[in-house]
C-alpha cells in the first residue's frame, strides 16, 4: 500500500470508530432482552444489538491488518459475520453474543483474505488455508516444515510452493509481443452449435418441466412457485401461516412435490 492510501486508511478507520462511540456496550440483562424482541421481530432492537457490538468487530479486523487488504473491507466482512452469529444467537444460553460471535467473525474475516490474498482461488481446504497463513506470516519455504505445520503433505506443498511464492499478473499487461495477456486467453464462449444444441435441450426440458407442475395439487404448486421460483423465497413459517398448517407440514408437502417432479422429469426422459 501507498503511502497516501495508508494515510487515507488511517483518516478513516479513526472516523468510523468515532462513529461507533456512540454505541456502548449493553449490560447482559439488557442485550438479552434485545436478543429476545430481536427475535420475536423487532428490528430495532436488532439494530441496536448489532451496533453495540460493531466496535468489538474493529478490535478482531486489527488482527488481520498486516495480510495487505483494505482494513475497511476486513472490518464490512467482520460485520458480516457479526450479523450471521446474531441471526443465530440464542438469547436463553449463559452467553454473551460478542462471545458467541468470535467465531462468526473470524471465520468470516479468514476466509475473505484468503480469497483476497491470491486472484487465484486458493485455500479451499482448512490445511491450505493454514499453510497460507504460515507462508504469509513466515515466510517459510522449507516443504517439510510446511508440511508438518499444516497438516498437508510435502508433495501438496511442493506443488503449491510455486503459487504461494509467485505474484499475480495483470491481464492488461503486455507481453514482449505486444498483446495482453487477456487477448491471449482461449475463448470460452460456446461456439454457434453448442449455443443450438443447448436452446433446444432448455426448450425441451421447460415444457417438460411445466407438464410436471401442472400435474401437482393446487397447494404443492403454491408451494413450489413461492419457494423455488421467486428472488425473495418465502419461509415455510409464512406458507405454513397462509395454508393454516405448520411450517413441518409445509416442508413435508415441498419434499413431496419435489419427489414428484423428479420422477415424473425422470420419466420424460429429462434428467431432474
Not at 38 to 63: Q, T, Y
Not at 177 to 188: Q, W
Request: hydrophobic share 40%; glycine share 6%; charged share 30%.
Amino acid at each position: 500500500m501507498t503511502a497516501a492510501s495508508v494515510a487515507h486508511e488511517r483518516t478513516a478507520l479513526a472516523a468510523y470508530r468515532q462513529k461507533l462511540g456512540s454505541h456502548p456496550p449493553l449490560p447482559e440483562g439488557h442485550e438479552r432482552e434485545l436478543a429476545v424482541a430481536w427475535r420475536n421481530g423487532d428490528r430495532r432492537a436488532g439494530d441496536k444489538l448489532v451496533c453495540a457490538c460493531l466496535p468489538f468487530v474493529v478490535s478482531i479486523a486489527m488482527e488481520y491488518r498486516r495480510w495487505g487488504i483494505p482494513l475497511e473491507d476486513i472490518i464490512q466482512q467482520g460485520n458480516i459475520g457479526l450479523l450471521r452469529a446474531a441471526e443465530r444467537f440464542d438469547p436463553t444460553r449463559d452467553c454473551r453474543l460478542i462471545t458467541y460471535a468470535a467465531y462468526w467473525i473470524r471465520a468470516e474475516i479468514r476466509d475473505y483474505v484468503v480469497r483476497g490474498y491470491r486472484v487465484v482461488r486458493f485455500g479451499t481446504t482448512k490445511s491450505e488455508r493454514r499453510a497460507l497463513r504460515l507462508y504469509r506470516t513466515t515466510r517459510e519455504e522449507d516443504p517439510s516444515v510446511l508440511a508438518a505445520k499444516s497438516g498437508l503433505t510435502e508433495e501438496r506443498v511442493r506443488t503449491l510452493l510455486p503459487v504461494l511464492a509467485s505474484s499475480d499478473v495483470s491481464l492488461d499487461a503486455e507481453s514482449p509481443t505486444g498483446m495482453t495477456g487477456l487477448e491471449r486467453l482461449a475463448s470460452t464462449a460456446p461456439s454457434p452449435e453448442d449455443e443450438a444444441a443447448a436452446h433446444e435441450s432448455d426448450g425441451r426440458a421447460r415444457t417438460a418441466l411445466d407438464a410436471a407442475l401442472a400435474e401437482l395439487t393446487p397447494r404443492e404448486q403454491l408451494i413450489v412457485r413461492e419457494r423455488w421460483t421467486t428472488d425473495d423465497v418465502v419461509t415455510l413459517e409464512s406458507l405454513g401461516a397462509r395454508l393454516g398448517v405448520s411450517k413441518e407440514r409445509v416442508r413435508q408437502i415441498e419434499e413431496r412435490a419435489r419427489e414428484k417432479l423428479r420422477s415424473r422429469l425422470v420419466s420424460m426422459g429429462v434428467a431432474a
